[in-house]
């Protein structure tokens, strides 16, 4: 009767740093196999948890302008220090067969999504206090005191953009983030947006044959009582 649309969402996160995003999209991926989270390019140097070709593709700031030029990016952004962009590629193919793809990317490159893909799904990862984003991002001890600081300022800030977002998930539990995320996806698959046509699954004549057969059933029915 309704036939939905057979393309793929484009489902933008983002978090401050030390949100907790890391882990709700981990979970996500785990329970929903039809996602396909985005690789992003960076400049950044590696970390020592990261694995080059997975978490990023890791290049230098000549390479990264290289492809700024040859317009391999769907959207990129300088943040503190250093470039992240998603390429455009991956995308438009996960898309047009049906896979749903995940962003994990920052305010402006959410912002930046919002005005070419307006139909994406845009949700934030909010950390249950300001007082456990500290926590968390000192517990990472990878980054300098400076550093920390730095990525606080930023963090501080972009919880202000909030209101931006579709949607807003408190990760003060793992597992109930994870199910909110879930649940919003899933719910927007149902949207009616989504629907490309409605249309008759069965013959307008043997629609008429049913609509006739009961009408009698009625008739025999009233008489009875
Ligand atoms: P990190 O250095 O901690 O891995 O990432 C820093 C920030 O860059 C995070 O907020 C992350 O979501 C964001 N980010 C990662 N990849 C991209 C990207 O391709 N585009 C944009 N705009 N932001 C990204």
């Known amino acids: 009767m309704i036939k939905q649309k057979k393309t793929g969402q484009v489902i933008v996160i983002s978090s401050p740093s030390g949100g907790g995003k890391g882990s709700v999209i981990n979970g996500l991926l785990?329970?929903?196999?039809?996602?396909?989270?985005?690789?992003?390019?960076?400049?950044?140097?590696?970390?020592?948890n990261d694995i080059p070709g997975v978490t990023y593709n890791f290049v230098t700031v000549e390479e990264f302008e290289q492809k700024i030029n040859e317009g391999y990016f769907l959207e990129y952004t300088n943040y503190i220090g250093n470039y992240y962009g998603t390429p455009k590629g991956p995308i438009k193919e996960k898309i047009s067969q049906g896979i749903d793809v995940l962003l994990e990317i920052e305010i402006e490159g959410a912002s930046n999504i919002k005005k070419l893909i307006p139909e994406a799904i845009f949700i934030f990862i909010m950390p249950p206090s300001l007082k456990e984003l500290v926590k968390r991002l000192k517990k990472?001890?990878?980054?300098?005191?400076?550093?920390?600081?730095?990525?606080?300022?930023?963090?501080y800030k972009e919880i202000n953009e909030v209101s931006k977002y579709n949607y807003v998930v408190i990760n003060d539990n793992l597992e109930d983030a994870i199910n909110k995320v879930d649940a919003i996806?899933?719910?927007?698959?149902?949207?009616?947006?989504?629907?490309?046509?409605?249309?008759?699954d069965t013959k307008e004549e043997e629609i008429h044959e049913l609509l006739i057969d009961e009408e009698l059933d009625n008739i025999g029915l009233a008489d009875k009582i």
């Open 30 to 48: 785990e329970k929903n196999k039809n996602i396909y989270l985005s690789v992003s390019t960076t400049s950044r140097p590696m970390r020592s």
């Open 185 to 200: 996806i899933k719910a927007e698959k149902c949207r009616v947006d989504r629907i490309e046509e409605v249309y008759l």
């Open 140 to 155: 990472r001890n990878t980054d300098s005191n400076d550093k920390i600081m730095e990525r606080f300022h930023t963090a």
